[in-house]
């Protein structure tokens, strides 16, 4: 496709299920980060991947969450025993070039997620 | 902690210039200033970045004061598809992979 795909757009799911997000980054873009964002604020940085590599995690709230990459293409955010405060819309972008690049990011539409 | 400091809201008059302003006193030599937005219920997009001359391109334009301390987004001609939150960010480009979005600027144009 021509823009980063996310699946799926909403999730419901009870609290302390398990929830796996997916992410289709723009074909050959390396850098693939994903967010978070809840109601009336800003996305909050998660995790980054240049590559397959977990090049940068500090954004992880716990560690219930986790994310990987494992062909440095598709990605996926795994959130475990999920709480209602993990409720937000995770987005997921990707770029050309590392991190530290001046190129821009390019975003999905993100996945509500709905913890009831 | 926030780099950028930008007005919670903004209204601007279909078809006037949208002027949106920015502080970023902090900012260091090495660190960028990037402008993006985010539609309701999209991802953000990518609008210009600019390291201290000013830039413009097909959607606005970037003016960056010579202290480097704040900037400007310009939207010449404001639609109404142009209401937004409008994020105003600050990237060292050597090293950080974080964007830091803050709460922005929530933009309506008015017809």
């Known amino acids: 496709g021509a823009g980063v795909s996310q699946t799926p757009s909403n999730k419901v799911t009870e609290k302390g299920k398990y929830v796996e997000l997916r992410c289709d980054p723009i074909?050959?873009?390396?850098?693939l980060y994903w967010y978070r964002q809840s109601l009336g604020q800003g996305p909050e940085f998660l995790i980054y991947?240049?590559?397959?590599?977990?090049?940068?995690d500090s954004g992880l709230p716990n560690d219930r969450f986790f994310a990987v990459r494992p062909e440095g293409s598709v990605s996926t955010l795994k959130i475990q025993r999920t709480e209602r405060g993990d409720s937000a819309v995770y987005l997921c972008?990707?770029?050309?070039?590392?991190?530290?690049?001046?190129?821009?990011?390019?975003f999905g539409e993100g996945s509500r997620l709905t913890v009831l | 902690d926030a780099k950028t400091t930008q007005p919670p809201s903004m209204d601007c008059a279909e078809g006037r210039a949208a002027n949106l302003p920015c502080n970023h006193s902090?900012?260091?030599?090495?660190?960028?200033v990037y402008w993006y937005r985010q539609i309701h219920s999209q991802g953000p997009q990518y609008i210009i970045h600019?390291?201290?001359n000013n830039e413009t391109n097909e959607m606005a334009s970037l003016i960056i004061t010579e202290d480097r301390k704040s900037s400007t987004l310009i939207l010449p001609h404001a639609t109404l598809r142009d209401t937004a939150v409008y994020y105003c960010?600050?990237?060292?480009?050597?090293?950080?992979?974080?964007?830091?979005f803050g709460t922005g600027t929530r933009l309506t144009v008015i017809p």
């Open positions: 600019g390291l201290k």
């Open positions: 960010i600050v990237r060292d480009q050597t090293g950080a992979n974080n964007l830091f």
């Open positions: 991947f240049q590559g397959t590599g977990a090049a940068d």
């Open positions: 972008a990707s770029s050309p070039l590392a991190g530290g690049s001046t190129r821009e990011l390019f």
């Open positions: 074909s050959g873009h390396t850098a």
């Open positions: 902090t900012i260091s030599g090495n660190e960028y």
